[in-house]
């Protein structure tokens, strides 16, 4: 059970810390990771599209073998919400893995936007 909450709460973590830095302000007060991500900017999520990108499955028709970041983040948007809640619910499924390549596209492309900062003195 605390791997699909801790899980959801640093993929939120990770998209608020991006609103923070796009905004230079409070991120959206919302657990939706969809709303998050569509309230990124344009640039942000098109490298994180670019970052994690929708595989195609085998078989035209059927879905694909990897969701690409927005649909992972949609199949999954209320996971912190239910699984806190879980008492509530009669039955609960999660899909960590495609949440768990989400954050790492999330975690990689933010360290990659942010600039060195250089020690003085050293």
């Known amino acids: 059970m605390a791997v699909p909450i801790l899980l959801s709460l640093a993929t939120e973590i990770g998209l608020k810390a991006w609103q923070c830095k796009e905004r230079a302000g409070l991120p959206d007060q919302t657990h939706d990771f969809l709303k998050l991500f569509d309230g990124l900017a344009e640039t942000t999520r098109r ?20 969701p690409g970041i927005r649909e ?22 999660a899909e960590t893995g495609v949440l768990k390549a989400a954050l790492t596209a999330i975690v990689e492309s933010y360290f990659v936007s942010v600039p060195e900062r250089r020690v003085s003195g050293s």
């Open 72 to 93: 992972a983040l949609c199949q999954n948007r209320n996971l912190f919400v239910d699984w806190r809640y879980a008492h509530e619910h009669h039955a609960l499924f």
């Open 47 to 66: 490298r994180l599209e670019e970052k994690m990108p929708e595989v195609p499955g085998p078989v035209a028709g059927l879905p694909p073998y990897c």
